[in-house]
């Protein structure tokens, strides 16, 4: 079936820290995957994408890595602030390759 | 520029109700769109998603219902609203994979 999921439900971390947040998929078959973060009582916002033919995309601040391998994304946040703090999902897009399918999100809290 | 919108952004219905809400895309033709749910706390479950008018695939069972009646607008509807329909309604719509979303919709059943 299909399934994407987060490693840990919560990560606290300092100011000025580098973030990890890591994501486990289960379809082999996806073959484009996307970070969003989403703030409190708002919807979810692109942060980064990566395709399947690559393993590393740099960003602002934020680089994603995809290890096809053992089915393992992850998103790093350099030099973490307090405006990073929020719920950050990774998302694949399904079978079909119509939808996207949402993990269940881990919530950074960075501390001043 | 495209743009989304989703409303009302909250609302109060009281169990076995009537529910319908309104999602519209501007400067984009011919859009995936979606309906997620977000329970509090939890991931984001995709519900609907419709890759053109009157063309509505539904991911899980449930007491909802989609209808696409133009092709950048999306409703989300319920005939009865359960207890456990309460949650957070995210509109999105995508061209070419990724998805850009609405500022969502607080339903709480009372």
């Known amino acids: 079936g299909e399934s994407v999921g987060l490693h840990l439900p919560t990560l606290s971390v300092q100011e000025g820290d580098n973030s990890i947040i890591n994501c486990a998929y289960s379809?082999?078959?996806?073959?484009?995957f996307i970070w969003y973060k989403q703030e409190s009582g708002k919807g979810p916002q692109f942060i980064i994408d990566?395709?399947?033919?690559?393993d590393k995309r740099q960003g602002q601040r934020v680089t994603v890595l995809l290890n096809k391998t053992v089915k393992h994304l992850s998103l790093q946040i350099a030099a973490t602030q307090p405006g990073d703090s929020a719920v950050y999902f990774c998302?694949?897009?399904?079978?079909?390759?119509?939808?996207?399918?949402f993990g269940k999100g881990t919530t950074l809290s960075v501390s001043s | 520029s495209q743009t989304i919108h989703q409303w009302p952004a909250t609302l109060v219905q009281p169990v076995g109700s009537p529910l319908s809400l309104e999602c519209t895309v501007e400067g984009t033709s011919n859009p995936n769109l979606y309906w997620y749910r977000q329970a509090a706390g939890r991931g984001l479950q995709l519900l609907f998603y419709s890759v053109g008018i009157g063309q509505i695939s539904s991911e899980v069972p449930q007491n909802l219902s989609a209808s696409r009646p133009q092709d950048r607008q999306f409703i989300l509807s319920s005939k009865k609203l359960l207890l456990s329909d309460s949650g957070f309604y995210l509109c999105?719509?995508?061209?070419?994979?990724?998805?850009?979303f609405g500022q969502g919709t607080r339903l709480t059943v009372v």
């Open positions: 999105a719509w995508s061209v070419r994979g990724e998805a850009f």
């Open positions: 990566i395709r399947s033919n690559m």
């Open positions: 379809n082999s078959a996806s073959d484009y």
């Open positions: 998302a694949e897009i399904n079978q079909a390759g119509t939808a996207l399918i």
